[in-house]
């Protein structure tokens, strides 16, 4: 069955470290996406991609860059993590055959920065 | 500005019971799609229900339906007799469809407690 995994599922790390979050789908989706979840906040869009080699920024970039080398991967990386930056992330594909595809999600990934 | 408003952060329901969660868009496209999804404790996003701006109908599937107001511009997810695994957080989501756009806008969540 089709899928769509992250890595690591838990990650603690120290203020100042580059971080890579990885999401690797196998719907054949052209479409990705990594929100962050926070209390109060919903899902946050932060970077999203809509093929091989196409990267946009969504409504909370900073401090964030994704690359898009091929259909099924699109790691997100924390340049210098934050305590700001503590949070659960998400990653997640749709088709884009029509406005009616919804969003499958990855388990997610909880980030702690100290 | 495109935009999901879910005024409820929590709410309790009994067993059996119906219930709705509210959500409202702001969206000057008349194309576009309304998504809720559910995420139980254990953290996973599962997508419920699907309506799209043009559909006559309410969507429905199994015991949710969607309360397709579009003059009003709500959405609202009706649950019917409530069970204790619908315990969880409830987000409603928009997606606009302009010229190939296909980002989504999430709400800030409804948490909903089913009591025995």
Redesign the interface.
């Known amino acids: 069955d089709a899928e769509i995994t992250q890595s690591p599922r838990h990650k603690i790390t120290e203020t100042g470290r580059q971080v890579t979050l990885a999401c690797h789908q196998t719907w054949n989706h052209n479409n990705m996406f990594w929100y962050r979840q926070d209390l109060g906040h919903g899902l946050r869009l932060i970077h999203y991609s809509y093929g091989v080699q196409d990267t946009n920024k969504g409504e909370v970039s900073d401090g964030y860059s994704v690359s898009r080398s091929n259909t099924e991967d699109l790691p997100l990386t924390l340049e210098s993590a934050a305590s700001s930056q503590t949070s659960v992330y998400f990653c997640a594909s749709s088709a884009d055959s029509g406005p009616q595809d919804e969003q499958y999600f990855g388990p997610g990934t909880r980030l702690t920065v100290t | 500005a495109q935009k999901i408003t ?1 005024t409820q952060p929590g709410m309790f329901v009994q067993e059996k019971e119906a219930v709705t969660l509210d959500c409202t868009y702001d969206t000057s496209d008349q ?3 309304l ?1 809720w ?1 559910k995420q139980p404790s254990s ?3 599962i ?1 419920l229900i ?1 309506q ?1 701006s043009y559909d006559e109908q309410n969507a429905t599937e199994g015991r949710y339906s969607l309360n397709f107001q579009k003059a009003r511009k709500s959405a609202n997810l009706v649950i019917s007799a409530s069970q204790l695994g619908d315990s969880a957080m409830y ?1 409603c ?1 928009m ?1 606009e ?1 302009p010229s ?1 756009t ?8 409804t948490r909903l407690k089913v009591l025995a």
Do not use: N, P, V, W
């Open positions: 879910q194309s576009y799609g998504f999804y953290g996973e996003m997508f699907y799209g987000f989501a997606r469809f190939g296909y980002k989504y806008i999430f709400g800030t969540g």
